[in-house]
């Protein structure tokens, strides 16, 4: 398992936290993009569009390229990779829970006999 930083994990994790930084990296999975094009895309000013893509540039997450006048931003993989493999277990735990609790509802029959034998849950006071 990939160790991931606290720190690389902390930007990354701020990064993603805002949805207008997730559409731009949405956005960016479709190619290259400058400023002024991501800017139009999401009806916001150009300097609010390049904090984001700072944000996104420092977490690793997007690389920038200058040809010209023009940066070109794109999707760095490597922090997401990282990011997957942290996870990975936590997905692997759950799994194994979900499969073992479908195991013991598999076992209980899908209509009790008779209903009104069976005990009924009762809410605890508070």
């Known amino acids: 398992m990939a160790q991931l930083e606290h720190a690389t994990a902390d930007r990354v994790f701020a990064a993603l936290a805002n949805p207008t930084r997730r559409e731009i990296l949405e956005m960016l999975l479709e190619g290259e993009r400058t400023v002024q094009a991501i800017a139009e895309r999401f009806e916001m000013a150009r300097p609010s569009v390049s904090e984001h893509l700072r944000v996104l540039r420092e977490s690793g997450l997007v690389g920038e390229d ?4 023009y940066r070109y931003y794109r999707v760095e993989p490597e922090p ?4 997957q493999s942290w996870l990975s277990p936590f997905e692997r735990y759950w799994r194994a829970r979900l499969r073992a609790l479908g195991e013991v509802l598999d076992t209980m029959p899908d209509h009790p006999e008779n209903p009104e034998e069976q005990p009924c849950a009762t809410p605890r006071p508070r």
């Not at 200058?66 to 006048?69: C, D, E, H």
């Open 66 to 69: 200058k040809r010209g006048r």
């Open 80 to 83: 997401l990779h990282e990011l």
